[in-house]
């Protein structure tokens, strides 16, 4: 069975800053298999981005997503207001078909 | 414009089977994806539930397997989820979702609160 683990639990930083976001997973896997998602309070998870590096629709470029075998990355270049969330990573495993999340990363306002 | 709607009953009892309809409205099921659900809760955050393809082909969460169902009703364009010995420990947010072949969630509805207690 594969973890999720993501670290930091919780990141204070200010507006403009640079958050970095790790997920490590338990073995290897194909970087076409993690996603990373943002989930605010009262709404649903939102898909930023898959297969690694790929933004999902509408995400600005600010996020970006990298890493490879177990260390990815979620990195915010410049933190806006509307950034202070909640941040999954997510992976899908097909033997058997599975979807795994992390624990999620809480970014505060400092 | 995909949407989905997830509809339920918000409180049911200890013991008893949850039944949830996930209404897709922008897009036809028998077009083609996965479909799932997950569900949210502060204890053990997000847990994907199921999937299921527009053919009826169906995945499980293994620890949840044995009380979970998940169908497809194309001419509805529903999805819907059963899960059966509820116990508090299945109160959260149920989430239907759109799985595109990149396996991730994509297009998320805005959630059903579901509460299991006496």
């Known amino acids: 069975e594969i973890v999720l683990a993501q670290s930091p639990g919780t990141l204070s930083l200010s507006p403009g800053e640079r958050a970095t976001l790790s997920c490590r997973v338990s073995?290897?896997?194909?970087?076409?298999?993690l996603a990373w998602y943002q989930r605010k309070p009262g709404q649903a998870p939102r898909l930023l981005i898959y297969?690694?590096?790929n933004r999902a629709t509408g995400i600005p470029d600010r996020f970006t997503g990298s890493g490879s075998g177990t260390d990815f990355t979620l990195t915010i270049s410049r933190l806006e207001p509307d950034d202070f969330a909640v941040y999954f990573c997510?992976?899908?495993?097909?033997?058997?078909?599975?979807?795994?999340f992390g624990g999620g990363t809480k970014v505060e306002i400092k | 414009q995909l949407q989905l709607e997830e509809s339920g009953p918000g409180l049911v009892k200890p013991s008893e089977t949850l039944s949830l309809i996930c209404n897709v409205s922008?897009?036809?099921?028998?077009?083609?994806?996965?479909w799932g659900w997950v569900r949210q809760s502060p204890e053990k955050g997000l847990e994907w539930i199921a999937s299921?393809?527009?053919?009826?082909?169906?995945y499980y969460n293994p620890s949840l397997k044995s009380r979970v169902s998940i169908s497809v009703d194309t001419p509805n364009n529903q999805i819907s989820l059963r899960v059966n010995s509820l116990t508090a420990a299945d109160t959260a947010i149920y989430y239907c979702?759109?799985?595109?072949?990149?396996?991730?969630?994509?297009?998320w509805g805005q959630g059903a609160a579901v509460t299991v207690s006496s």
């Open positions: 979702a759109r799985i595109p072949p990149y396996r991730a969630f994509d297009v």
């Open positions: 922008g897009f036809s099921i028998s077009n083609g994806f996965y």
């Open positions: 299921v393809y527009h053919s009826g082909t169906t």
């Open positions: 073995q290897s896997i194909a970087g076409s298999l």
């Open positions: 297969a690694t590096s």
């Open positions: 997510q992976h899908y495993g097909n033997s058997p078909p599975a979807f795994t």
